[in-house]
Structure formats: structure tokens, C-alpha cells
């Protein structure tokens, strides 16, 4: 139990476009999501934890206005980077949490951008 | 001093030996700890968390926890190559709700 899918797991797009990854809780309510980046041989980094129905909260640093966030739902949230530029290409995960969840938290498989 | 800190490493151990990978900590309100294994290219899994003082055991796995000394750490036991991986130790933060914050990992390799 407690998986989260995330897609896509790899995208190439171009400086200027957007991309949205989306991830999914398949058998658990994720009442918060967290999405995180990181980059090569570095720990992850906290950009933004979203909560149901809620706007997200980001960590400081993080441009909400280039890093959208959305959780609609209680299984579905997405993250869109707009007008991506090469030094967004990262690894992004998200990780999911239930209320009450006393078995840490899921991650998603990650999405690997890469902006040309 | 870091939130959460770990040796990156490599930590080389032999096959079939016990390997330890350690964490330290700042914040003495931390209540939760987890062990996380991240493949390269691939997403963290979860190991084992744990919330009190003491052991927690699960298969080869067993987490120990000392508040007091403020540490948390990971014990493999029989170590194969298929535990060579990076290790991340990540805690909640004293009003930081349920949010992680994770240490910088440490390299672990078993060698044949």
C-alpha cells in the first residue's frame, strides 16, 4: 500500500515552456503533498508543501509565481514550472502524506527535467 | 550547525559485514527520524522510522535512537551489494509540523 505515482519520469522541453508533473496517491487520501528538487550528488530540497483544497506553502527562496503548485484533490497534485530555463533542469519528487499516516512518507518515482 | 547532518562518505564496507551509518541533529524538539535509501537516478524508499529512545529492528535493518546524545543511527546487517546506495536521514523539526528535513546523505558501497 501507500503509492504515489508521479509522470512523467522524464521530459525535454524547450527554454520558455512550461511543463507540469503531476502525482497521484493510488490507494491513500494524500491529505498534504510535499514537492521537493534535487540536484546532482546534493540531499533533497523542500520547495513547497501543499495541503488539500489549500494554496501550497513554499520554503523560502522558492518563486511561487514560477513553481505552481495545485492539489485539487486528495490524490492528485501537480506542479508546473513555467517558462522553464535551463537551470531549472533538476530532478523533481514529490512525497505524499495521509493524517494520521504512521508510516513515514511516500515518494514518487521523481520526474527528471531536462531544459534545452 | 546543520539541522541534520551526516558523513557523505563513501562508506566501504566488505560483504557479509555490518555497516553503520550515523546522524547527528540540532534541534533537541525532533520527535519523528527516518532512514531513507536513495539508488542514483532513483527516488528515495523508506526504511524504517522510528520515534523513541532506543532500537527498532526490522530484518537486517535496526534503527537506534539517543535523544539525550541527539543522534539517530542505521545498522545493515549481512551487507550485500544490493545495499551499495546513498543513505539519508531525515527528521521533523520542533513547529515545522510534518515536514522533513533531511541530511545530506552518506555513500555506502559493499565491495565483493
Same mark, same amino acid.
Given at each position: 500500500?501507500?503509492?504515489?505515482?508521479?509522470?512523467?519520469?522524464?521530459?525535454?522541453?524547450?527554454?520558455?515552456?512550461?511543463?507540469?508533473?503531476?502525482?497521484?496517491?493510488?490507494? /491513500?487520501?494524500?491529505?498534504?503533498?510535499?514537492?521537493?528538487?534535487?540536484?546532482?550528488?546534493?540531499?533533497?530540497?523542500?520547495?513547497?508543501?501543499?495541503?488539500?483544497?489549500?494554496?501550497?506553502?513554499?520554503?523560502?527562496?522558492?518563486?511561487?509565481?514560477? /513553481?505552481?503548485?495545485?492539489?485539487?484533490?486528495?490524490?492528485?497534485?501537480?506542479?508546473?514550472?513555467?517558462?522553464?530555463?535551463?537551470?531549472?533542469?533538476?530532478?523533481?519528487?514529490?512525497?505524499?502524506?495521509?493524517?494520521? /499516516?504512521?508510516?513515514?512518507?511516500? /515518494?514518487?518515482s521523481g520526474t527528471r527535467l531536462?531544459?534545452? | 550547525?546543520?539541522?541534520?547532518? #551526516?558523513?557523505?562518505?563513501?562508506? $566501504?564496507?566488505?560483504?557479509?559485514?555490518? !555497516?553503520?551509518?550515523?546522524?547527528?541533529?540540532?534541534?533537541?524538539?525532533?520527535?519523528?527520524?527516518?532512514? %531513507?535509501?536513495?539508488?542514483?537516478?532513483?527516488s528515495p524508499e523508506l526504511i524504517?522510522?522510528? %520515534?523513541?529512545?532506543?532500537?527498532?529492528?526490522?530484518?537486517?535493518?535496526?534503527?537506534?535512537?539517543?535523544? !539525550? $546524545? #541527539? %543522534?539517530?543511527? *542505521? *545498522?545493515?546487517?549481512?551487507? #550485500?551489494?544490493?545495499? $551499495? !546506495?546513498? %543513505?539519508?536521514?531525515?527528521?521533523?523539526?520542533?513547529?515545522?509540523?510534518?515536514?522533513?528535513?533531511?541530511?545530506?546523505?552518506? #555513500?555506502?558501497?559493499?565491495?565483493?
Amino acid at each position: 500500500g501507500a503509492v504515489v505515482s508521479q509522470h512523467p519520469s522524464r521530459v525535454i522541453c524547450k527554454s520558455g515552456t512550461s511543463v507540469k508533473i503531476e502525482c497521484r496517491s493510488l490507494d /491513500f487520501q494524500a491529505t498534504t503533498m510535499f514537492w521537493y528538487r534535487q540536484f546532482p550528488k546534493q540531499s533533497l530540497m523542500l520547495m513547497a508543501t501543499s495541503n488539500e483544497g489549500s494554496k501550497a506553502t513554499y520554503e523560502q527562496g522558492v518563486e511561487k509565481d514560477k /513553481f505552481l503548485i495545485n492539489h485539487a484533490s486528495l490524490t492528485l497534485s501537480t506542479l508546473t514550472v513555467t517558462s522553464a530555463h535551463p537551470e531549472d533542469s533538476s530532478f523533481y519528487i514529490c512525497s505524499a502524506s495521509a493524517r494520521g /499516516f504512521s508510516y513515514g512518507y511516500t /515518494f514518487g518515482s521523481g520526474t527528471r527535467l531536462t531544459v534545452v | 550547525q546543520k539541522e541534520v547532518e #551526516q558523513n557523505s562518505g563513501p562508506l $566501504s564496507v566488505p560483504e557479509g559485514a555490518i !555497516a553503520s551509518l550515523n546522524c547527528t541533529y540540532s534541534d533537541r524538539g525532533s520527535q519523528s527520524f527516518f532512514w %531513507y535509501r536513495q539508488y542514483s537516478g532513483k527516488s528515495p524508499e523508506l526504511i524504517m522510522f522510528i %520515534y523513541s529512545n532506543g532500537d527498532k529492528e526490522d530484518g537486517r535493518f535496526t534503527a537506534q535512537l539517543n535523544k !539525550a $546524545s #541527539q %543522534y539517530v543511527s *542505521l *545498522l545493515i546487517r549481512d551487507s #550485500q551489494p544490493s545495499d $551499495s !546506495a546513498t %543513505y539519508l536521514c531525515a527528521l521533523t523539526l520542533t513547529g515545522g509540523g510534518n515536514k522533513l528535513t533531511f541530511g545530506t546523505g552518506t #555513500q555506502l558501497k559493499v565491495e565483493l
